[in-house]
């Protein structure tokens, strides 16, 4: 008995040794298909938060581990693998990659898939492709990254909203902007500004702090969604917290930005003086009685010359306009980051500051984000999380287009050379106006203009998850989201614009957006043999509230006076609620037969606030399947083919009116003589109802030779019940009123080509190519042959939703120089009259081929990667459509306004009996030639642009080790650093094709660091 209670101490003593023996591990830690380290691989502890990183060569030393630990191996892009220590001294880890190609895990509408398993249409891109680009808003960093969706700047000021467009266009009035989704909760978007600048609720979110994102294009991707995914779906999915070692990264660049391009080059100052004599001598030449009085044509000519165009004083001082309005803009961030936790809790925190100068003084953006991500999984069954997101963004600018503070404008179109600046005897400005003219100099005005943008951001977001058993699990949401807007905009005292409303002006534009969302959803997963099985069943409840106050006021007594409060005239002010629900009940099933064969089906159940009781509920539904064929017997021995999938689906998704209260008769109210009185605003429509959206899609996935990988995708999208507003009797009191009528057709071809071109241990190259096309077609409007036009647009079935209607322009007369038009005047055989005619009797038409939808657009990338040193670069373009340059009335107008520069387009004119060419003689007040609408003003908008450039070096071990961090790099990057174009203006216009003098984009230089401890 003593010698078996002896053994059983020692056994026990030698087992509580082994346990708390500590031991030095080292090992390599390596990738499994090449056998290449990876660097800066974490290695913890399993259980708990102790842990070390690698060096750039996969090698770690990790000291006191006890020896019967087991190690946790994890790096970004690769599996995580367990091994036990088991008292070694030496573990060497080789893992393998994150599922690439069809095994990659996707984000996608409530939950996460293989692409493997996935038939509808999505694509995904992590923040890998982007981190490093200088933007503000993500939007701007993945341009020509994904097919079939067309992003374009509406403007080039700091902080200006992009337009993102989807496969097309899907409404006429209710918006075509896609629906945004942030960690699973449908979020506000927009521009929640006046206008005045272009704002972006999006801007609260810093590109660093997301992980990917994932756009939904097709109906089986986005019919979960509903009444709000018709334009699309775009998830984002920002960072969260991993098990191990806390790691903090700090990032910083700087940069420096002018304009990308040479915007409407201008003839010289010589040039422009040829062109404004001959001007007034081709005038007076017309008309001779003009010139009488002057005793001779030269000196009409020389009197009206120094009238709009006069030599220079020498009492005067002029200057380089661009010089003088315009600067290099610089602009500055900074990020700090800290994650990590164990296997059981995670963290992830980030903070950071952008401060972006804009190229001329009036434009800045100032931004602080702030974000907490966090999770905990407080038994074996329940996680809880939450995550919180602050931003405090000003930003202030000008108008765009023809206003009077748009200094792009301004400098194209008013500022000649000849202009003067100061004088020379004081330095004070120069104030005066030109004859015909109604702008000054804008330098010394800058102060006397409001024009910011305060906006202030919070989401927050709190969940649980239960899994009840292995096969069924609960996970609850609430979400909330507000946002405060408040834009200004005045001319103070002394501003050229001073007494437009009164002695100065002044206005407050505040919004407050507050969103609630709250879900809940089931989901079982079982597989039973080669049968596998998913299901969801949830819903969702979301209520926002609008709330908009706006003050102006006017009478300003002095020059200090900024703020509203120190005008001394009430203009006008009020106050408006508006609110809006949505109650939706959501489900999805799937299943497979041996990962080869998938069939899915969604249903989502809307009912919103927006609509009348008897229409305000809407089903959604989609249909997808898919066939792998790659795991077929008979392609198993084709060894150059690693995977072939074909997929489709059908489904049906929808659109709300954008009026909350459109199917109601509402009232106005007002002042009838001197008392107030209310009046119908309205006619109702109890019918009103969804727009519906109808869209199917097959694709074929692909990957050969384990090198290259293709995508396919052709869809048919078709929108009915298009909101619209149809005529009605004039016996209602009103001439129309907001219904559904009229239908579109969006289809088009996608295709995406990535390849591994060297795939070697210290170095790789990876090139991808995207192409799409879009075909589109109003089908029907409210009544048969009815047309619709908006300048300079017409809406009409069988033409595209952006289809040109204006004169068609011939080109100028080779014996008299007139500007010719074809008349397209209706025959009575219904036939267009060819002949040619002057612009008054020429009719507008609608223009076959000349549409703003391009032919093909998309874009191409490359990643090179050798030892430390990466460089990647995207490009973007778009060929086959035309722009509508609104500039052609004011510098190609071929003199009709002798006071306003001219484009070197210009020099071109016809001058000479004989002379082929498509600029008219040029004649002062020019009524026939540019300054009218015409198909001159339509221009072939082909581009090819490098949109991002980075190189970057990851500094060598030694100097990381002496300095003990874990990881640092530098690198430089770039934005549209080359534009290939035959346009004589800035060519990323927006998907309408209009453009008239927004601020152009920017070319910005970054220089940046990034250091992890």
Same mark, same amino acid.
């Given at each position: ?12 003593? =030698? ?13 390599? %830690? ?85 692409? *493997? ?43 200006? =909203? ?6 097309? !266009? ?19 978007? &927009? ?12 801007? #609260? ?10 756009? =939904? ?76 009085? #002057? ?13 709009? !165009? ?139 203009? /409001? ?10 977001? &709190? ?17 909330? $989201? ?56 949830? +819903? ?32 006008? *002010? ?19 037969? $041996?990962?080869?064969?998938? /069939? ?72 009838? &003589? ?21 869209? +199917? ?7 050969? !030779? ?21 005529? %009605? ?19 088009? /071809? ?164 004989? $002379? ?8 002062? &007040? ?84 990034? %250091?992890?401890?």
């Amino acid at each position: 008995m003593a010698k078996r209670t002896c053994l059983l101490l020692c056994t026990i003593l =030698l087992s509580l040794s082994a346990a708390f023996a500590q031991t030095r591990v080292t090992g390599v %830690v390596t990738d499994l298909s090449d056998g290449s380290p990876i660097p800066y691989a974490n290695v913890m502890i399993k259980g708990t938060t102790t842990g070390v990183a690698a060096n750039a060569n996969g090698v770690y030393v990790f000291v006191n581990v006890p020896a019967n630990a087991t190690l946790i191996f994890s790096s970004i892009g690769y599996q995580t693998m367990e091994i036990p220590v088991d008292s070694r001294t030496v573990i060497n880890a080789s893992l393998s990659t994150v599922a690439v190609g069809l095994e990659e895990i996707m984000v996608v509408a409530y939950g996460s898939v293989k692409k *493997g398993s996935y038939s509808g249409s999505a694509t995904q891109i992590n923040q890998q492709s982007f981190k490093d680009v200088p933007v503000v808003t993500f939007e701007q960093a993945i341009v020509g990254a994904v097919p079939g969706v067309q992003i374009s700047q509406k403007s080039g000021q700091p902080g200006s =909203l992009p337009e993102i467009r989807i496969r097309g !266009f899907g409404s006429f009035n209710a918006g075509n902007e896609p629906l945004y989704v942030i960690d699973g909760v449908p979020a506000t978007s &927009g521009d929640y500004g006046s206008q005045n600048i272009y704002t972006s609720s999006m801007n #609260y979110l810093n590109p660093g702090d997301i992980q990917s994102i994932t756009i =939904l294009k097709d109906a089986a991707a986005s019919s979960l969604y509903g009444s709000r995914a018709s334009n699309g779906v775009i998830l984002i999915t920002t960072k969260k917290g991993s098990a191990g070692k806390a790691i903090s990264t700090f990032k910083a660049n700087v940069g420096v930005s002018y304009f990308a391009f040479n915007n409407y080059p201008m003839v010289s100052e010589e040039e422009k003086e040829i062109l404004t004599r001959e001007a007034w001598r081709n005038y007076g030449s017309d008309n001779p009685s003009q010139w009488q009085s #002057y005793g001779s044509l030269d000196s009409y000519v020389n009197f009206m010359a120094e009238k709009y !165009f006069p030599s220079r004083k020498t009492d005067l001082i002029y200057k380089d306009w661009e010089s003088a309005l315009f600067r290099t803009g610089v602009s500055q961030n900074y990020e700090y980051s800290i994650s990590g936790g164990t296997d059981k809790s995670k963290v992830f925190a980030s903070v950071a500051y952008t401060d972006e100068n804009g190229v001329n003084r009036i434009q800045y953006l100032n931004r602080l984000t702030a974000s907490v991500n966090a999770e905990s999984k407080v038994s074996n069954r329940i996680t809880i999380g939450g995550s919180f997101q602050f931003s405090n963004q000003k930003q202030s600018g000008h108008q765009d287009g023809q206003a009077k503070d748009n200094l792009f404008y301004l400098w194209k179109v008013h500022l000649t050379e000849r202009w003067p600046f100061q004088y020379a005897s004081d330095g004070s400005y120069w104030m005066k106006y030109y004859d015909g003219g109604t702008r000054v100099n804008p330098v010394p005005q800058w102060h006397l203009q /409001l024009n910011d943008a305060t906006q202030q951001r919070i989401l927050l977001k &709190g969940w649980i998850e239960a899994r009840l058993t292995d096969d069924i699990k609960i996970k609850s949401v609430v979400g909330g $989201d507000y946002l405060k807007s408040h834009d200004r905009f005045g001319w103070l005292y002394g501003h050229i614009n001073f007494t437009a409303y009164g002695n100065g002006y002044a206005s407050d534009r505040f919004r407050n957006v507050d969103r609630i969302v709250s879900s809940t959803t089931a989901n079982f997963t079982k597989s039973f043999g080669k049968h596998n099985v998913s299901a969801l069943v949830g +819903w969702e409840a979301e209520k926002e509230d609008f709330l908009y106050s706006r003050l102006e006021k006017i009478d300003f007594a002095n020059f200090g006076a900024t703020e509203s409060a120190l005008a001394n005239t009430f203009r006008s *002010g009020f106050t408006y609620r508006s609110n809006s629900n949505l109650l939706s009940a959501l489900s999805n099933i799937s299943y497979d037969y $041996d990962n080869k064969y998938y /069939l899915s089906g969604s249903y989502r159940l809307d009912g919103s606030s927006r609509l009348g009781p008897d229409s305000r509920w809407g089903n959604f539904w989609s249909v997808a399947g898919s066939w792998r064929l790659s795991k077929e017997m008979f392609l198993r021995d084709v060894s150059w083919l690693d995977e072939l999938k074909i997929r489709g689906s059908y489904g049906t998704s929808g659109t709300l009116p954008s009026n909350y209260y459109g199917y109601m008769a509402v009232f106005s109210y007002g002042v009838y &003589g001197t008392e107030g009185a209310g009046y119908p605003s309205n006619l109702a429509n109890a019918d009103l109802t969804w727009e519906k959206n109808k869209n +199917w899609n097959v694709a074929l996935d692909a990957r050969i !030779f384990d090198r290259v990988d293709i995508v396919a995708e052709f869809y048919n999208k078709t929108t009915e019940d298009l909101l619209l507003n149809a005529s %009605v009797p004039s016996t209602t009191g009103f001439s129309s009123a907001l219904s559904n009528i009229g239908s579109m057709l969006n289809r088009g /071809l996608e295709l995406s080509v990535s390849a591994d071109i060297i795939k070697k241990k210290d170095m790789t190259l990876t090139v991808g190519l995207n192409w799409a096309n879009l075909y589109n077609e109003i089908i029907s409007l409210a009544n048969e042959g009815e047309q619709i036009v908006t300048r300079p647009h017409i809406w009409k079935a069988g033409y595209s939703y952006v289809q040109y209607y204006t004169r068609e322009y011939y080109g100028a007369d080779p014996q008299t120089g007139a500007a010719m038009y074809y008349s397209n005047a209706t025959l009575p055989d219904g036939s267009k009259d060819r002949s040619l005619v002057s612009r008054a009797q020429a009719s507008s038409v609608i223009l076959d081929g000349m549409t703003a939808i391009p032919k093909g657009f998309g874009g191409f990338n490359s990643t090179f990667t050798w030892k430390s040193l990466t460089a990647s670069m995207a490009w973007s373009y778009k060929y086959g459509h035309y722009v509508f340059d609104n500039a052609v009335d004011d510098i190609e107008d071929d003199g009709y306004n002798s006071y306003k520069n001219s484009a070197q387009s210009q020099n071109d004119r016809w001058q000479k009996p004989g $002379d082929v060419t498509q600029v008219p003689r040029r004649v002062a &007040g020019n009524t026939g030639g540019g300054y009218y609408d015409s198909s001159r003003a339509l221009k072939e908008g082909d581009y090819l642009r490098l949109k991002n450039m980075t190189i970057s070096y990851t500094i060598p071990d030694n100097i990381k080790n002496y300095l003990r961090l874990s990881n640092a790099r530098v690198y430089v990057s770039g934005t549209n650093l080359l534009t290939f174009t035959g346009l004589n203006f800035d060519p990323e216009v927006q998907s309408n094709g209009y453009y008239n003098f927004t601020f152009p984009a920017l070319r910005t230089i970054t220089l940046g660091i990034e %250091v992890s401890l």
